[in-house]
């Protein structure tokens, strides 16, 4: 069984950066790829960006490529997310999720084994 903990949301003015990081309880965290999800009241929760185990694949939606960046740290069990430059389109519930098995190209669709509780981000104008 796997744990994730969202921590580092807040709010922040449009053109802020905040940094969000999930730490995951487990000892499969090195060996499973890692994603981060949004979900905006109304709307349905959407890929926001994913990385391999070994953190040398990323893949991110078109929206937050140039802004946002993910990363892991392997030996802290913590995946990140960095996010720059927001805006008030970015405010939503963000989630991590975890797969076991596979790789970013599960992630991307949502095919993850394990959510965390999600952290609020909300960009103000």
């Known amino acids: 069984q796997v744990q994730l903990v969202e921590s580092g949301g807040g709010l922040v003015q449009a053109g802020g950066s905040l940094r969000l990081s999930c730490a995951a309880s487990?000892?499969?965290?090195?060996?499973?790829?890692m994603g981060w999800f949004r979900q905006a009241p109304g709307n349905e929760r959407e890929f926001v960006a994913a990385?391999?185990?070994?953190?040398?694949?990323?893949d991110y939606t078109d929206s937050v490529k140039g802004r946002f960046t993910i990363s892991r740290d392997n030996a802290k069990n913590t995946v990140y997310l960095q996010m720059n430059s927001l805006k008030p389109e970015d405010t939503a519930v963000y989630y991590c999720?975890?797969?076991?098995?596979?790789?970013?190209?599960?992630?991307?669709?949502?095919?993850?084994?394990?959510w965390g509780q999600g952290t609020q981000v909300t960009v103000s104008s």
């Open positions: 990385i391999s185990s070994s953190g040398g694949t990323t």
């Open positions: 999720g975890a797969r076991s098995a596979g790789g970013v190209y599960y992630v991307k669709r949502h095919a993850c084994d394990y």
């Open positions: 487990g000892r499969t965290f090195s060996s499973s790829a």
